[in-house]
Each structure stands twice: as structure tokens, then as C-alpha cells.
């Protein structure tokens, strides 16, 4: 809903770079300038250390030290061990799990947002949304072990109301809790990608979709749910991908039950086991960046001060 | 117009508090405070029951010394950290056979403990370990020790677990709680299937102490990173059993917990002595002594004693406890008699490392 | 068709009184924690835990008093000014070919853009600790640390700005040029002064990241502190509710920073607006 493009004929990318006008050739390079200190920030930190990691899962490490010896080993080592691929898959469905409960959530809500909240009220509730984000990430997650826990307040609450009469060790300490507090970290990203997604679907369709007979329900998997694909595919991405490499949240409160990938990593580099955690770390890399690659569309720039509508 | 206007007043406000925050950091040699902060800090790579938040107050004001400390729960690792990271640390803890390992791969420095003062307070023969020798010189200072033993909780236990495989019981589902240090929890399950030297098993010892931990993992609450969350988790109900330090039982009562009893498997545990040890590549050797000297005085050692339970070595401690009234508990924790830390299966680096390391992570994951 | 209207109105109630709760819930849910957290900063237990056994304010006391999280502190926000300053520059500089020029592989540009945010912050902590300590040989330190975050925060940066530009009207640049202006004073006079905003929300962001950051700080750091490190400390120590007295003045200062923000402006207008200087240049 971009209006510079709808109302001038020209593509995003400006036709008619207005370098051209003031002087030639010469300027085309002095255009790109703007990418050099990228380029060094990602050339030099990013993608060589990445490069490394590629390296570093081929080759073996003996007495601590990394050798140059070409091999696969570590990839086989890390199939070859049961627990390690049920940590693997674990992960996977665990990230799916939290995301597909993390859209659930933060559906009904951005839907009630932007229909049944008057205009001016919606940017504080926004607020309110994201003002749990000011607080430490660790200190929220560790909050959830007093809520939690055998002597957190849902165990004292269901003891008070005498539903039952000894701590419920089920809600900490195993993969349920995991998913939970991802859930509870993930919805601001979540809510907030729905809500502009939300907020720039035109009503009146809805509207005239009823009026012609349609049931809301019908007008909201026919009309509704198309349109704002593309804002669910990006809530989707936004939260299925980052919890792919989470390692906090699962250390904190999945006990020895909750392990991730991410936990593996970080054990097999603590323990000097270079080799092994990059293979992991490849691993979860190479899932990453096919899925970017196959939502690729999802990563289009928009412009947040554009009035869509 | 007022659109922007108001987006630029705005940005105006971010303008300063961006120039505030830059003007922090040049600002910064001007904090005299600050520079002496980084001109005398030692960074210690320690457990978190080596020292408390006040104590390291209380020696930063009186010699201007201030304690960082940075923690970490398995010797391995911190053995690794000393070995990659130079002169980040200035001193490091470790225990029993570990400490002549770091000596030996010249990550620390042996030192004459003679000549600090404080260690005139020790016990006589914490002063004199034969593994802690270098010549006329000490590789460390002695801290703490301890055996490794089961905690219960006997509201739940109704047996008293007497032996390593009694914890193997399903009914014991998620209810264990320790430490999460890979190369002990290895050793102990060594001593489980009888292991002639749990430091140094075979391959064969280790497949059996492997397929041990496999059926003792269902039972696992939580591997700990402190054992402060061991006594936590006993504290609050969520572990039944604890396989921790002495002490325990006081420190869970102290947390509001219910009464835990302590328990010596049959097939015998491991234990520690550990110490402060002076990292070789450390910046600030000069200063080790002094901060020793302050920090390992009677009083905080009593101190500690009563926060966390497990013996020390320090004598004169030991007469104030007494003096205080904790002289039975003393007592009752063993801290009148340290030879019996020479007596324990005391920990140290395995013989394969690599290979206690991977039997442990192929059971629980991470 | 009255009939249809009351069916159909009482529904859309009941959906909306439902979608309502579900709101209230939500809000439970996501300030439960928060809540809970703070409440402990007051609460005497020592243990951070329930039961509730007294209030006290001493925590806050111990917060002032200790040494430590100063110097945490201080290395926080050091590092944090540091990363915005990198990131926002980079970032910035960055979005203008981005968005600008004609450029191949836009796809794969664009992948790569959001690669380091897309990338798990662990990925990124182990890689850079393996590079600088292995193969460059460097010290860890707050410095190292800085390029860590950098390397996170800086596509927020970009991405913010990039599509601020992209809205931006060609229109206003080729007046300005056609008045005469070379790239150099359009760029300063009109572009930037236009993309302020977005370059202002890309740099706060930044900052606001790296307060908070704590994977990749944890794996370049060293052996120096800051706040969600020393938190992460305390956090499995679980000692005392001084943690908990730290967060709390931490939520409070957020919160009132982000309320300066945005209600200082308008009340600095009313009152210019009220001088007579004002008033002049008005009539």
C-alpha cells in the first residue's frame, strides 16, 4: 500500500537515478559507497566467521586443537547418536508447536485491535504490549519459575482452591514449559506484524462480503485470511526462525527434559568440541536459511510512514 | 508541516540522550572512580559458594581491591576457559587433581603460601597436601571440601537410598536434582557399577557408567549449574533427592524447606578440596596476595560455613564457630576433621576427558 | 430481515465480548511475570520465592550500594552507545544503495540482510569467539563485544531506514536539484533531514538491543560484566531479591524514558507556542 509507487509510474527503484542528471559514470560507483562500511562490518564479522564454522564442520579436533583434516565425521557422529537427532527433531517441534500457539494467540487479539478498539486507544495498548520488552529477557523467563513452579502461584492456586492437594510438578522443568514461556516472548512480534497486517485490510470488503449473503465466518477464510497472507507468512518467519536457535529460555526452564539444539551447541563449544558444534550449528543454519529462501517474498522492505489506507 | 515538526522535536529529545550516551563513553577516564575500578579489579573464575556479595564489599573498601567474579560449575570448563582466554582471569578456583593439572599445562603459578599471613589460620595439613606441592611452593590456597553425597527428602523416600542404584527407582521420576559437572556425574556413575577408579575408567567401565546414566536419566529433575539450585528445588518440594555437598540439609532448612536427610551409598562417592589458584598469564599477580590475604580471613570463612554448610580449611574459623555456638553443627559437618578429605575418592581430570565428556552428552543431551 | 440484524448484532456482541476477554487475558498473561517480579523487589523473603513474608525497600538500598552492578551498568550502557553509534552509521549509509541503485541479486541482498537478525544469536557469539580468539588472537573485551552486537543490531537499522527512504517522494530531491543543489547538499538538506525520524527509530532500536543483549555479549565479553550478564549471574545464584530491586529500577527507567519521549514534545510546544516570540512569528 505503498502510495509513492501507486501514484508515480515509475518502479520502487527510482528510473531515473538523478545521479545521471548531475554527472555520469563517476557518480555510479560513489552510489554504492554507501555499502563499504557493510561490507567490512559483514565481510569481515559475519561472513568469514560463518565461512570458519563451514570449515570448522569438516574438519576434526584432536587434544583441543582444530586439525585441517577434511571429513564428515562430525556429521556422522552427531546422526549416529540417538540422542542428539531426537534433540533435533525435538527442537523442530517444539518451534512449531510454540509458533503455530503464538499466531493462535496473538490472532484473536490484533483482530480485536484493530476492529473493536477506537484509533487513538490502539497505539497505547500497542505500548502496553511491548512494555514487558523493557525488562530483562532473563528476568521474565526467570519470573516463570515463580509462577511455575512447585511453589509458584498457579501450584498455590489450585492448592487454595483445593483442586488439588499436593504440587503439580508438570507445569516446569520439561518441554510444556518451554513452549509456554517461548509463547509468552514471542507474542509482541507476533501481535505486532498481525496488527499492521490487519490494519491495512480495507473492512468495507469485509463489509460488502456480508451484505451479499456471506457468513462472517465465510467472509473471514475467503476474503480476510488471502489478503493478509503475506503478514502471516512474516509473523510465521519472525517467530518460527529465531526460536529454531533459542538456548536460554529451554536452559532456564526446560530442566533435563526441555534440551534444544541450542543448548548442544553451546555444550559442545564450552567443551572445546569446536568441530562438532559447528556441524550442529550447520545444521540449524542451513534449515534457516532454506526456509528464508522459500519465504523470500515475506522479507520485502515496506514502509512503516507509508498511509496504506 | 506540525507531522514533522513534531517528528523532529522529538528526535531532538533522542538527539540528546544519543550525545548523552556518546558523551558517556569519552567522558569516561573522567569517572576517577572508574579507572581505579580497572586498575584493581581481579576477575575470578570461581563457583558462586567462594564468596558473598557483602564480603566482597567489605574488601574492596578496606584495600581498595575489588573481587569480579565469574562463575562457572565444571572444572573442565573452567580449565578451558583459562586455557583460551590469556589473561582475562586473574584468579581461578579449582579443585583437588585439577589444581596440579593447570600447573602442570603452565596455566597457573605456585606461590609460597608461607608468606601470606591469612594462612597461618589453616589447618595444618591443608597446608602440606602432597598433590599441592611444587617444591617449596603451593599450587593453590586452600578453600573448602567436601564429599558428594544423596540428600532426601524422607516425606517422599520412604527407603533410605543407600545405594547409587536406588535411585534408578521409576518412582523417583523427575524428582533428582545435581550438579551439572560431566566428568563427576560420570566418576559417580562409575563408583555405581564398580569402576576401580572412576578418574581413569576403561572404555568398558565407561559404556557401563553410560548405560547407568541412561536409566537414570528419566529421574532427572535438573542438571544444576550452582548447587544453589540443587538446595532451591529441594526447597521448594520440585526435587525429592539431591545428589550435592554436605551441608545441605541446613541450607535447605535455611530456604524455608523441609527436612532433608543425608545418605552414603554403599559403593562410596567422590569428593573435592578445592582452592584459589593464581592464573600465570594474570596481570595483576602482585595483588593476588593481598586479596587473599583480606578476603580468606576467619570471620567470612565462619561466615561462609553458616551460608553454605560444607567444611573449610581454615582453623581459626573453626574456634569462632565454636565461640558463636555452631559448634555441634561444625561438628556434625566434619569441619574439625579435615584428614578426612584424604580419605574421599577426590575429584580431578578424567584420564579420557574427551570421552567422559561424550558418554555424558550422548545420555542427556546438554 | 429485523430479525436477521438481531441475530447477527447479538452475535458480533458475543464475539466481541469474547475477543474482549481474550484482550484482558492476554495483558494478564503478559504482565503476570512483571508483576510478580517487581512485587518480589519488595518482598522481605530473602530467597526471592514465595511465601510473601514482609515488605521492605532495602533491596533498592543494596542495588545503589553495590559496586558490581555499577560497573556493570557502566559497561552496558558504554558498549550500548558504542553499538548504536556503529550500527546507525553503517545502517544508514547502507540503505541509500539499497534502496537507490540498480542492483543484482536483490533477492539474494535481501537475504543476506536479514540473515544476521534471521541467524540465532548463539550462531553468531560462537563464530566471532572462534575467529578473534583463534585466528586474530585478540583479548576479549567490551570492544569484541561491540562487534558482536553490532553485527545483530545493524540490519534493524538499515531495514528501518531503508523503508523510510523507500517511501521517500523523488520528487522533493529533483526540485532541490532542480534549484540547483549538487548530491552532496540535496542529500544534507533535503533526504536527511526527511529520514531523521526513521534514522532516530533505527538508532533507539539499537540501543534498545544492545541493553538487553546477553548471548552474544556473554560469548565476546570475557571476563568483564554487563547488566543481563550480571543478571544472568543472579539469576543462577538466586540468592537475593536484589535482582529483582535491579530489574524494577531498570522497568522504571524505561518506562519513563519512553513516556519523555513521547509526551515531553507536545508539552514543550504548548508552552513555546504560549511566548511571545511565538506569537509574533505566528501573526
Not at chain 1, 507476533?190 to 462480503?209: G, I, M, N, V
Not at chain 2, 567436601?146 to 521409576?170: C, E, F, G, M, R
Amino acid at each position: 500500500m505503498n502510495t509513492a509507487t501507486e501514484a508515480a509510474p515509475a518502479p520502487p527503484v527510482d528510473s531515473q537515478p538523478l545521479s545521471e542528471s548531475a554527472g555520469g559514470r563517476r557518480f555510479r560507483i560513489a552510489e554504492y559507497a554507501g555499502f563499504v562500511p557493510a561490507l567490512v562490518l559483514y565481510g569481515a564479522f559475519f561472513a568469514v566467521p560463518l565461512g570458519i564454522i563451514v570449515a570448522y564442520s569438516f574438519w576434526k579436533v584432536v587434544d583441543y586443537n582444530v586439525v585441517h583434516q577434511w571429513t564428515i565425521d562430525n556429521y556422522r557422529y552427531f546422526f549416529s547418536v540417538a540422542t542428539y537427532v531426537r534433540t533435533l527433531w525435538a527442537t523442530i517441534w517444539v518451534s512449531v508447536l510454540s509458533t503455530v500457539l503464538t499466531i493462535a494467540v496473538a490472532f484473536p487479539f490484533a483482530y480485536w485491535l484493530v476492529r473493536y478498539v477506537p484509533k487513538r486507544m490502539q497505539r497505547t495498548l500497542l505500548v502496553l504490549v511491548i512494555l514487558p520488552f523493557w525488562t530483562s529477557y532473563l528476568l521474565r523467563v526467570y519470573s516463570w519459575l515463580n509462577i511455575l513452579g512447585d511453589q509458584g502461584a498457579i501450584n498455590r492456586l489450585l492448592q487454595w482452591t483445593h483442586l488439588t492437594d499436593h504440587p503439580v510438578s508438570f507445569f516446569l522443568y520439561d518441554r510444556p514449559a518451554v513452549v509456554l514461556v517461548l509463547v509468552y516472548l514471542y507474542f509482541p512480534f507476533a501481535a505486532l506484524t498481525l496488527y499492521a497486517s490487519l490494519e491495512r485490510f480495507d473492512w468495507d470488503q469485509f463489509k460488502a462480503a456480508m451484505d451479499l449473503g456471506a457468513r462472517p465466518l465465510t467472509a473471514m477464510r475467503r476474503i480476510l485470511l488471502p489478503q493478509i497472507k503475506p503478514g502471516l507468512t512474516t509473523a510465521v518467519i519472525f517467530v518460527f526462525i529465531p526460536i529454531l536457535g533459542e538456548y536460554l529460555a529451554p536452559q532456564l526452564v526446560g530442566g533435563a527434559r526441555g534440551v534444544m539444539i541450542g543448548n548442544l551447541i553451546v555444550n559442545f563449544f564450552s567443551g572445546a568440541e569446536y568441530t562438532r558444534g559447528a556441524a550442529a550449528s550447520l545444521l540449524i543454519a542451513v534449515l534457516i536459511i532454506v526456509l528464508l529462501v522459500i519465504f523470500r517474498r515475506s522479507l520485502e522492505i515496506k514502509d512503516p510512514y507509508a498511509s496504506g489506507r | 508541516m506540525s507531522v514533522y515538526e513534531r517528528r523532529v522535536t522529538r528526535a531532538g529529545l533522542l538527539k540528546a540522550g544519543a550525545a548523552g550516551a556518546v558523551g558517556l563513553t569519552f567522558a569516561r577516564p573522567a569517572f576517577g572512580g572508574l579507572t581505579q575500578l580497572e586498575a584493581t579489579t581481579l576477575n575470578w573464575l570461581t563457583w558462586s559458594d567462594h564468596y558473598a556479595n557483602d564480603q566482597l564489599a567489605a574488601v574492596a573498601k578496606k584495600i581498595g581491591i575489588r573481587g569480579r567474579p565469574t562463575l562457572f560449575s565444571d572444572n573442565a570448563d573452567a580449565y578451558l576457559k583459562i586455557k583460551r582466554t590469556g589473561s582475562q582471569f586473574d584468579i581461578v578456583s579449582g579443585d583437588a587433581l585439577w589444581v596440579p593439572k593447570y600447573h602442570k599445562d603452565g596455566l597457573t603459578e605456585s606461590f609460597d603460601l608461607s608468606s601470606l599471613p591469612v594462612s597461618k589460620q589453616l589447618f595444618s595439613i591443608a597446608r602440606s597436601f602432597p598433590f599441592w606441592k611444587d617444591g617449596s611452593n603451593y599450587m593453590g590456597y586452600p578453600f573448602s571440601w567436601s564429599t558428594v553425597q544423596i540428600y532426601y527428602n524422607p516425606k517422599y523416600v520412604t527407603t533410605v537410598p543407600d545405594s547409587w542404584h536406588a535411585l534408578l527407582d521409576k518412582k523417583y521420576a523427575g524428582k533428582i536434582s545435581l550438579e551439572n559437572i560431566p566428568t563427576d556425574v560420570m566418576a559417580i556413575a562409575g563408583r555405581a557399577t564398580g569402576a576401580k577408579k572412576p578418574y581413569s575408567m576403561t572404555s568398558g567401565e565407561i559404556s557401563r557408567a553410560k548405560a547407568f546414566l541412561k536409566s537414570f536419566k528419566p529421574n532427572v529433575l535438573k542438571l544444576a549449574s550452582q548447587n544453589n539450585e540443587v538446595v532451591r528445588a529441594l526447597a521448594d518440594g520440585s526435587a525429592w533427592i539431591g545428589i550435592t555437598n554436605l551441608g545441605t540439609d541446613d541450607r535447605v532448612k535455611d530456604a524455608g524447606g523441609p527436612v532433608v536427610k543425608p545418605a552414603y551409598p554403599k559403593e562410596g562417592t567422590v569428593g573435592f578440596i578445592d582452592s584459589e589458584q593464581i592464573v600465570k598469564a594474570s596481570k595483576n599477580k602482585a595483588v593476588f596476595e593481598k586479596f587473599i590475604n583480606t578476603t580468606e580471613q576467619a570471620p567470612w570463612i565462619a561466615k561462609n560455613f553458616l551460608t553454605n554448610g560444607r567444611p573449610l580449611f581454615n582453623e581459626k574459623a573453626w574456634k569462632l564457630l565454636v565461640n558463636q555456638g555452631h559448634g555441634d553443627r561444625a561438628k556434625r559437618l566434619l569441619y574439625n576433621q579435615p584428614q578426612k578429605a584424604l580419605q574421599m575418592t577426590i575429584k580431578g581430570p578424567a584420564g579420557d576427558e574427551q570421552a567422559y565428556v561424550d558418554a555424558f552428552n550422548e545420555v542427556f543431551g546438554a | 430481515m429485523p430479525r436477521d440484524a438481531e441475530i447477527v448484532s447479538r452475535r458480533a456482541g458475543l464475539v466481541r465480548f469474547a475477543l474482549g476477554g481474550w484482550a484482558v487475558l492476554i495483558y494478564v498473561f503478559l504482565f503476570a511475570p512483571i508483576v510478580l517480579l517487581v512485587a518480589f523487589a519488595f518482598n522481605a523473603n530473602k530467597y526471592g520465592t514465595f511465601p510473601f513474608t514482609g515488605w521492605t525497600t532495602k533491596w533498592f538500598g543494596q542495588v545503589f550500594g553495590d559496586y558490581q552492578i555499577k560497573d556493570a551498568f557502566f559497561t552496558t550502557v558504554t558498549i550500548a552507545a558504542e553499538v548504536t553509534a556503529i550500527s546507525t552509521l553503517v545502517g544508514t549509509a547502507a540503505a541509500f544503495p539499497l534502496v537507490r541503485s540498480r542492483l543484482p541479486f536483490r533477492t539474494g541482498i535481501r537475504i543476506g540482510m536479514t540473515l544476521p537478525i534471521m541467524i540465532p544469536g548463539l550462531l553468531i557469539g560462537v563464530s566471532l569467539l572462534v575467529l578473534l580468539t583463534t585466528v586474530f588472537k585478540w583479548e576479549l573485551s567490551p570492544q569484541t563485544a561491540v562487534i558482536g552486537q553490532a553485527v545483530y543490531t545493524t540490519p534493524f537499522v538499515l531495514l528501518l531506514v531503508a523503508a523510510r527512504l523507500q517511501g521517500f517522494d523523488p520528487a522533493l530531491e529533483r526540485a532541490a536539484s532542480d534549484l540547483g543543489a549538487n548530491t552532496a547538499r540535496r542529500l544534507r538538506h533535503v533526504v536527511l533531514p526527511l529520514i531523521m525520524p526513521a534514522v532516530f527509530a533505527g538508532a533507539l532500536f539499537a540501543f534498545t538491543l544492545s541493553l538487553d543483549e546477553f548471548i552474544i555479549t556473554n560469548f565476546l565479553i570475557g571476563a568483564r560484566n554487563t547488566l543481563p550478564i550480571y543478571i544472568y549471574t543472579q539469576v543462577k545464584f538466586g540468592i537475593t531479591p536484589e535482582v529483582n530491586a535491579l530489574a524494577s529500577l531498570l522497568l522504571a527507567a524505561s518506562v519513563t524514558l519512553i513516556a519523555a519521549a513521547f509526551l515531553l514534545p507536545p508539552a514543550i510546544r504548548r508552552v513555546r507556542r504560549l511566548r511571545p516570540s511565538a506569537l509574533r512569528a505566528r501573526s
